[in-house]
């Protein structure tokens, strides 16, 4: 709770209005701010812990029915039609490839004729 609502001291008031000012040495900075990173890393390090484990406690039970379902996604009457289509094309593939080999015989003959 904080003392200024609860009708505290006026000292304590004044501490918590007024910034705090640490009195730290210019050469203890880097030996503190590493003892700081080891911490953070420790702490970043459970997390990630943590983390982990919740991704080992998922639930894994419906897995198999979901891709099972994920396999029927496509109707079977559209995949046969696909198929269908996939035969029809390349059977018209076929038929104008030779109508292009029988156009460029003509065009030979032609040029034999004249």
Sequence with gaps: PDPAEDGGSDS??????????LDIHRDEVLK???EFLKDFDRLRDAEAAAAREALDVRD???DAEYW??????IPEPTLKLWDALDVALLEYH???SRRAELLSQATVLQQQNS
Excluded: D, F, G, Y
């Excluded at 099972?68 to 996604?73: D, P, Q, R, S």
């Design 94 to 96: 076929r038929v104008l």
């Design 12 to 21: 304590q008031k004044e501490e918590l209005q007024s910034p705090r000012r």
């Design 68 to 73: 099972e379902a994920l396999a029927h996604v």
């Design 60 to 62: 894994n039970s419906r």
């Design 32 to 34: 503190i701010l590493k």
